[in-house]
């Protein structure tokens, strides 16, 4: 069997000892200050029966002015004592809360990025989000109110029991006589309830996938009218969370009354056997008044516990979906070989290489290719001939199954993933944009460059002409994934960002399929300009951005068929000629 969450829980929050400390003690002082007041009114009802006898004048203290004043000094200092513990429990439990969220999140997050993309490809991004945000809060929420509420509530019972066995044991034995009823239902529904909310944060989990997932492809949804396919599809997501909540609030909700019950039998049985022996003296009327005050705060606590236990069962489900992340161990291992990209030649060679994706067939088989240093080589293919699956090799998002890939004759798992990442810049298609200003998105390939090698990036990209003509030139925000940009804008200010990183090899993958002419034009002309100084890889459908590549692979089912440059594959009337003369009109695609 594993280990319980809350043992987890305490094992990860171990740098955070000293403030869990300090707060329980807190907490546990602060209520037994609390816990004083009912001890306070039968000093004074003591004052009043006995007077000189009282409790004050066992101590020589027989004026009942000074007893009554004294009182009110100690009523004071309980007071207040409660009050300051009070503000120190609830500052130290809700800074450490948000410590461990901070923690938690970040160590989730940073954890997900260092996994492999093949971990992607199986979770849905809104699951992630539901255990970054959700989740994460849950477990704030918990430290911040309900761990206090536990430690107060064993705090009290405990005192009470204590204080119930001093005045009068036979009292005490029968406040005692409840407790193991509510000690082993708490435990019963706390088995009840594990999975019940452990299903409720996996439904949350889907619902949030289709969520963002529909947010971000709100185009799409209105252009197909879908509106209400996809509503319905949202509905269904969120009735299954609604039904999974139900499960677990119909048990949850049990819990208070059923222990109110067992609570209010011990109450009952105190109550008369106290004033029995109240009545026939044999327990003082400030002993009874006493018992009868703090039965009632024992009360109150207890009929809290079932919303305490449900708190903590779902920061419970919650901690263990977001340390299960963390347990999870990486596939793309680094290497321990620092190098620094102004170090590297730019040699590239694929050896004996055989890649599938999880289930699916073979992409690349024996797949080997050599790129020299400085060279300029574009792979072209038909889908799913491998061709992206070159450079997800190059940047180990994945390992291959068999051979091997090397930068300057290092096989890629020896060198530091950083290194070898930092020696790399990539231009998608699926071009990343952030939310914030232009100026942002190209600093992206080098946070220390200055503005000047800003706006030269910019020139070089092509894209500094427009970004002049925006209301805030280069601090004009471009909105959310870059709305406000024009796919080619955007394409050109990916290029500006690699630019600016300027790394020994630069990948451009299909970076041109979804501009228009003239955009393809600009960025055919950087591209010239960029090749010049770095070992560029060139991923293209297009086939008019590569004439100039010192080599072009045609691929076909993860092997290379023909290779040469632009005049010599033409001439070789091959699949890159036939591809030529399609994309020029020289041939029909039927034909």
């Not at 000074?66 to 130290?92: D, N, P, R």
Request: charged fraction near 25%; aromatic fraction near 8%; glycine fraction near 6%.
């Amino acid at each position: 069997m594993g280990e319980s969450p809350l043992s987890r829980l305490i094992s990860y929050t171990s740098d955070f000892r000293g403030s869990i400390y300090l707060a329980s003690t807190f907490s546990i002082l602060n209520k037994l200050f609390d816990l004083a007041p009912p001890v306070l009114i039968g000093a004074a009802v003591d004052i009043v029966v006995r007077r000189e006898e009282s409790v004050f004048g066992k101590f020589g203290i027989k004026d009942l002015t000074t007893q009554l004043v004294i009182l009110a000094l100690i009523t004071f200092v309980i007071w207040f004592s409660e009050s300051l513990f009070e503000y120190l429990f609830k500052l130290k439990w809700r800074n450490l809360a948000q410590n461990v969220e901070h923690k938690l999140r970040m160590d989730v997050y940073r954890h997900i990025q260092n996994l492999e993309m093949e971990f992607f490809e199986d979770e849905q991004s809104g699951r992630l989000m539901a255990i970054l945000n959700d989740d994460v809060n849950q477990l704030e929420r918990f430290l911040d109110i309900g761990a206090n509420d536990l430690l107060q509530v064993g705090t009290t019972i405990i005192v009470i029991l204590m204080t119930f066995l001093a005045l009068s044991p036979v009292v005490g034995l029968i406040a005692i006589v409840p407790m193991p009823f509510i000690i082993i239902g708490s435990i019963r529904f706390q088995r009840l309830l594990e999975p019940r909310y452990a299903d409720v944060r996996e439904k949350v989990g889907v619902l949030n996938g289709r969520l963002a997932n529909n947010l971000t492809g709100i185009s799409t949804i209105k252009s197909y009218t879908a509106e209400e396919y996809e509503a319905s599809r949202i509905e269904e997501s969120s009735k299954e969370y609604m039904q999974a909540n139900r499960s677990a609030i119909l048990l949850s909700s049990a819990f208070s009354p059923l222990i109110r019950m067992v609570i209010v039998a011990g109450f009952i049985g105190m109550l008369i056997v106290g004033g029995s022996l109240t009545l026939n003296g044999s327990l003082e009327i400030a002993a009874y008044s006493v018992i009868v005050f703090l039965i009632q705060r024992l009360l109150w606590p207890l009929t809290r516990l079932g919303e305490t236990f449900d708190q903590y069962q779902r920061a419970m489900a919650s901690t263990t979906r977001a340390l299960n992340l963390l347990d999870k161990s990486p596939k793309i291992v680094s290497g321990t070989k620092r190098i620094s990209p102004e170090s590297v030649e730019g040699r590239i060679d694929f050896e004996n290489v055989c890649f599938s994706y999880k289930s699916r067939p073979d992409v690349l088989t024996k797949f080997s290719v050599s790129i020299h240093s400085g060279d300029t080589v574009a792979f072209v293919g038909a889908t799913g001939a491998g061709k992206s699956t070159i450079v997800k090799l190059l940047l180990r998002f994945y390992d291959p199954q068999e051979g091997s890939v090397k930068l300057d004759g290092i096989d890629l798992k020896e060198l530091n993933l950083t290194d070898l990442r930092r020696s790399i810049a990539l231009v998608s298609q699926d071009t990343f944009i952030l939310d914030g200003t232009v100026k942002d998105n190209i600093l992206y390939g080098n946070h220390e460059a200055s503005d000047e090698e800003i706006v030269n990036a910019a020139k070089i990209a092509e894209v500094h002409d427009f970004i002049t003509t925006l209301p805030q030139k280069y601090d004009t925000l471009v909105g959310e994934r870059g709305q406000k940009l024009s796919g080619g804008q955007r394409q050109r200010l990916s290029i500006a960002r690699a630019i600016l990183k300027n790394p020994p090899i630069m990948v451009f993958d299909e970076a041109t399929s979804s501009v228009d002419n003239e955009t393809e034009a600009a960025i055919q002309r950087s591209l010239e300009r960029v090749t010049q100084e770095h070992t560029t890889i060139i991923i293209a459908h297009r086939l008019s951005t590569i004439r100039n590549a010192d080599q072009i692979f045609v691929l076909d089912k993860g092997k290379i068929v023909e290779r040469g440059k632009h005049e010599e594959l033409l001439a070789n009337d091959g699949i890159y000629s036939t591809l030529w003369r399609v994309q020029t009109g020289e041939r029909l695609i039927s034909e």
